[in-house]
């Protein structure tokens, strides 16, 4: 059977530059940083004191009082933006099509805050007893799509996805091709995230994994910049509405973009660290571009993981140096420079961010780049936004345990 068509139909966002997507883009093209002091609990105890929280975000007002009780954050975030996608897409009503649409969502950790809130009531307390009766329900990965599915009737294929922070991308992946395969009409997919609490900036901090730029907050995410020294970390979700072409077609609906392939991969190398060799990015590369039938040559735009740590951005860059050539003039910018690390949501967030650069015409630039690496070579679209015309581009994702995976987003072909 061949193979159907996807495209992009509808999007929604909650991030740390604003809580839709047109805000989130306004913003990102103007290159501002989302970074600033933590405000959710007393950071003074970890040697980083900043990262990039989703702000003004009233759970109560957006989603009702008895909801919001009984939902993690992540699951809030998720729910909000799926909201605002499904929405832009001005899906159909009717339960024919409800029951054709599943939500794939994918998520690094889950319900951390949960998870922490219940254990410092626990230990306050000196028992367990009580725990709220919504502990496991709010604390598991799965929840942000279950509560999707449930307030909008969708009953077709629904799951959460968890690969660190290549899930968002793997979500996408794995909803494209329930539709390309037949077995569902539309997907909502993305990547949902909330982990700014003690435990995850203590455990990253432990690891030496976050910028200590303590004083120049919003300087900190600096992807591909000599002077990095961690990444920032973020939160917030990325929703894509993903629909069989010839049924958004039919209908009217407006078309972002296509999604035109992907590619994944193992680094089989370590658990925390990226292959320096970079095989595995290479071997994910050269897999979407071969799904999607494009040619290095094709691609205008890179929307890379960069996240500003000094193995990393190296890595990834000299894989795409390989992939596209020694000259390649392909422009990649990381958005994580604004948005942070969203760590599961990441490629939620850098999706929407690919989709409009190619719906608008416009690249979002690598804010920070002020002294150039050496070993990184390629044009990072530096600190101001840049008019282009993009025809096919890629998203990038890369994950604690060796997960690469690239999205291929290009202008719908006749």
Sequence with gaps: MEKRRVVVTGLGAVTPLGNTREEFWRRLVAGE???????????????????????????????????????????????????????????PQDDAFKRSVGSVLGTGI???????????????NGTWSKVTPFFIPMLMANAAPAHISMQHGFRGPLFSTASACASANDAIVTAYNFIANGDAVAMIAGGTEATISPLAVGGFCSMKALSTRNDEPTKASRPFDKERDGFVLGEGAGIFVLEEYEHAQARGAKIYCELLGYGQSADAYNLVAPDPESHGVELALRRALAKSGLKPGDVDYINAHGTSTQQGDVAESQAIERVFGPDARVAVSSTKSMHGHALGAAGGLEGVATVMAIHDGILPPTINYDVPDPDCTLDYVPNVARKATVNAALSNSFGFGGHNSVLVFGRVRS
């Design 110 to 124: 889950g319900g951390i805050l949960t998870f922490w809130h219940n254990s410092v009531i626990a230990a306050k």
């Design 33 to 91: 940083s989302g970074v600033g002091p933590i405000t959710a609990f007393d950071s003074s105890d970890f040697a980083t004191h900043f990262a990039a929280e989703v702000k003004d975000f009233d759970a109560e007002a957006l989603v009702g009082r008895r909801e919001a009780k009984r939902m993690d954050r992540f699951s809030l975030y998720a729910f909000v933006a799926a909201r605002e996608a499904i929405e832009d897409a001005a899906l």
